[in-house]
C-alpha cells in the first residue's frame, strides 16, 4: 500500500515539475516578444534622430518597406506576449488543481 502511495507520489511531483517547466518556456516565450516588440521602437527612435539628415520623400522607398517591417513585428511581438501570458495563467490552474486534488503534496507547492 505504501510503495502505490509513493508512485502515485512520484508521479504528481513529475506532474507539478512537467507544468513548472513548460510554464518556464512561456515565461522565455514572453521575454522573446519583449525583445521583438521593442526591436520596432529602437528603429523608429534611430530614424527620428537621424531625420535631419534626410528627406522623407527621397528616401520613401526605404522608409514604406521599414514600416512594413516594423507593423508585422509589433503584431507577432503581440501575439507571443499574449499567447505566453494565456499559457502561463492555464498552468498556474493547472498547478493549483494538483494542489487542491493532493493535499499531501500541496503543501510543497507555493
Known amino acids: 500500500m505504501s510503495n502505490d502511495t509513493d508512485k502515485i507520489d512520484s508521479i504528481i511531483i513529475n506532474e507539478v515539475q512537467l507544468l513548472l517547466a513548460e510554464k518556464r518556456t512561456s515565461l522565455a516565450v514572453l521575454r522573446t516578444g519583449i525583445a521583438v516588440l521593442a526591436l520596432p521602437l529602437a528603429a523608429i ?3 527620428i534622430a537621424t ?5 522623407v520623400l527621397h528616401v520613401l522607398y526605404f522608409l514604406i518597406p521599414l514600416a512594413v517591417l ?4 509589433i503584431v507577432f511581438g503581440t501575439y507571443l506576449i499574449i499567447k505566453s501570458i494565456i ?7 493547472l498547478i493549483h488543481e494538483i494542489k487542491i486534488e493532493h493535499s499531501v503534496i500541496g503543501k510543497f507547492i507555493e
Not at 531625420?51 to 528627406?55: A, E, G
Not at 499559457?87 to 498556474?92: I, L, P, S, T, V
Request: glycine share 0%; aromatic share 22%.
Open 51 to 55: 531625420s535631419r539628415f534626410y528627406n
Open 70 to 73: 516594423n507593423f508585422a513585428l
Open 87 to 93: 499559457r502561463m495563467k492555464n498552468y498556474d490552474r
Open 45 to 47: 527612435s534611430m530614424l
